[in-house]
Nanobody, 118 residues
Framework: QVQLVESGGGSVQAGGSLRLSCAAY????????MGWFRQARGKEREGVAAIYVDGGSTYYADSVKGRFTISQDNAKNTVYLQMDSLTPEDTAMYYC???????????WGQGTQVTVSS
């Protein structure tokens, strides 16, 4: 089992930026891939970005390409999601996830709310 601790959510105006952090604790092989998902009210959960922490390969949803950047700090077992040019459509609960393969779905964080106002 991997424990994931998220931070960095909040409220921002459209066009602004936020950075989410996710620290992983537990068996490293269970967090070979780490990613971010989001779920807006009334919508299904969707994958936003994911990264293989041992190789750096990244994956993005089309809706965030060019605006969001996922990165890692292996020394801290932490993954970041830099979100720029935010729009109200990005408003959602954001969840960190980890697993052996991308897109990960083995372990989940508690979620952090991101709210973008127009």
């Amino acid at each position: 089992q991997v424990q994931l601790v998220e931070s960095g959510g909040g409220s921002v105006q459209a066009g602004g930026s936020l950075r989410l952090s996710c620290a992983a604790y537990g068996y490293a092989y269970l967090s070979n891939c780490m990613g971010w998902f989001r779920q807006a009210r009334g919508k299904e959960r969707e994958g936003v970005a994911a990264i293989y922490v041992d190789g750096g390969s990244t994956y993005y949803a089309d809706s965030v390409k060019g605006r969001f950047t996922i990165s890692q700090d292996n020394a801290k077992n932490t993954v970041y999601l830099q979100m720029d040019s935010l729009t109200p459509e990005d408003t959602a609960m954001y969840y960190c996830a980890a697993g052996p393969l991308c897109w990960p779905d083995n372990s989940w964080g508690q979620g952090t709310q991101v709210t973008v106002s127009s």
